[in-house]
């Protein structure tokens, strides 16, 4: 599975210690676009050190199609990191990482749920590849709250349920 990250999730992963264990869920490819990874600007030593490490990879600019991008960032208003995750989204095979709020309702109502997930979604994944336990996972959530994602208020059977 191919998976974009926006800057809101791939930061609060970071802010929550858990960005290389998430990166290390097997049977995915992580990207970021060059738009998020410049509005990540704070986050450049782990992005490189994910390039480095194979666990991440840039999106080819090329790629990505300026008018689709162009009508899209003028229709939905999202940011221009958002709209790049949408535009890779909507032509090519992957699944949006975001924890933006509008981002989240436009790409769910673009593309459906089967394109969207956010960080919680990817804890849940790593618990399941037991990469960490449920009670690290909720640690990490909390540490983003506590750093400022614009997260839901959960108690840990909500974040992560058995």
């Known amino acids: 599975m191919n ?19 998430v990166l290390a869920i097997p049977a995915n490819f992580y990207f970021i676009g060059p738009m998020v990874r410049e509005e990540s600007g704070a986050l450049e030593a782990d992005i490189q050190e994910a390039i480095r490490a194979g666990m991440l990879q840039i999106l080819d600019a090329s790629t990505v199609s300026a008018k689709l991008y162009l009508d899209l960032l003028a229709k939905h208003g999202l940011g221009e990191g958002e709209t790049e995750c949408l535009t890779v989204a909507m032509t090519d095979d ?5 924890d933006d709020r509008r981002a ?58 058995l």
């Not at 956010?118 to 909720?138: E, M, Q, T």
Request: aromatic share 10%; proline share 5%.
């Open 3 to 21: 998976y974009i990250f926006d800057a809101c999730a791939l930061i609060n992963l970071a802010n929550g210690g858990v960005l290389p264990l």
């Open 104 to 161: 989240r309702e436009v790409i769910r109502e673009a593309l459906g749920d089967g394109k969207l997930t956010g960080s919680i979604g990817l804890l849940r994944k790593a618990i399941a590849h037991s990469l960490l336990d449920r009670p690290a996972a909720y640690k990490a959530y909390q540490l983003m709250r506590a750093t400022g994602a614009f997260l839901p208020s959960w108690t840990i059977d909500q974040a992560f349920p």
């Open 94 to 98: 992957f699944v949006v990482i975001s």
